[in-house]
């Protein structure tokens, strides 16, 4: 029966990579819960030896004249009978037969070995998936729920698991259904009581981020770098790159011969449009940029108040760079940190009305 059990922890351990210390350690407890299913009461002084691929299970008595308790005491006789030395205030080990186990107590130990399994595969799990924490991953939607959130398939092989991509992480317009594969970005991956869940998305900015370093070799080999984005799903991103060696085109090498290598971000995102900046460790210069595609005559980075600047811009170049509904206003503002108040030239001199804030995405 040893060469039995420690043949299928080998088989168990090739085949789900559950190591074998860790089933032996499971099945120990499974034994020692099996035993006092068995015999309905004490077993802090019952242990399972294991040695050379062999299971041993025994019970610790000390040898008295008069056994008051034979969970724990034995007759100098018995004790005689397992080793010849036993004396009075000795401690044997006497074996234990497995085998005689009821099926009640049986059936404990199976359920203490399953869930063994179970856990080994979910801390595997979590193990896994936590490595890939803000990495792009390619699944397959396997349920829509009325509410809107997904249930998505990710992994290959063995190694595979269920994520949840919640409506309030889809992209507004996007629409899936049941087998389409997806590519979605890993936010966090939680332990919880049904094992680890992987949450994903498709609105978040470091989706953008990992395409741009999907598609350009540039920022994968540290020659550009993605400083900062601002994100609304769906509709527009601002991306500002910066170049860590002379003579290197940050924007250029993101935007690619032909465009092509912004166009396949833009596919992946479905059309959304992506403005590419440069940063700049100069703040004036940086929300100059970051006001794109607008012309800006100068920015006044004001004294006395938490990073807030004044913009002018041409009067024409009012409404282009403020944005639609004040969107590219609002993601210069987050991609840099800094309330941005806009003026054109006509108005260039009136009082600085308070700036509003806007959050900074990272």
Known sequence: MNAEIFAALAQLEKERGIPQTYMVEKITQALVAAYKKDKDGYTDNVFVDVQDNKMSMYVQKEVVEEVFSPATEISLDEARKITARAELGDLVNVDVQTKDFGR??????KQVIIQGIREAERGMVFESFSSKEH???????LRIENSG??????GTGSDKTDALMKASERVAGEEFKEGDTIRVYVVEVRRNNRGPQVIVSRTHPGLVK??????VPEIENGLVEVKSIAREAGSRTKIAVCATEENIDAVGACVGPRGGRVGAVVDELRGEKIDIVVWSDEPEQFVASALAPADVESVTV???MAKACRVIVPDDQLSLAIGKEGQNARLAARLTGYKIDIKPVSQADEALPEAEEAPVEE
């Open 104 to 109: 009640i107590a049986a059936q404990t130990a």
């Open 135 to 141: 990495e792009i991953l390619t699944g397959t939607v």
């Open 149 to 154: 959130d997904m249930t998505i398939r990710i």
């Open 210 to 215: 990992r395409l741009f370093e999907l598609n």
């Open 302 to 304: 004001l004294p006395g």
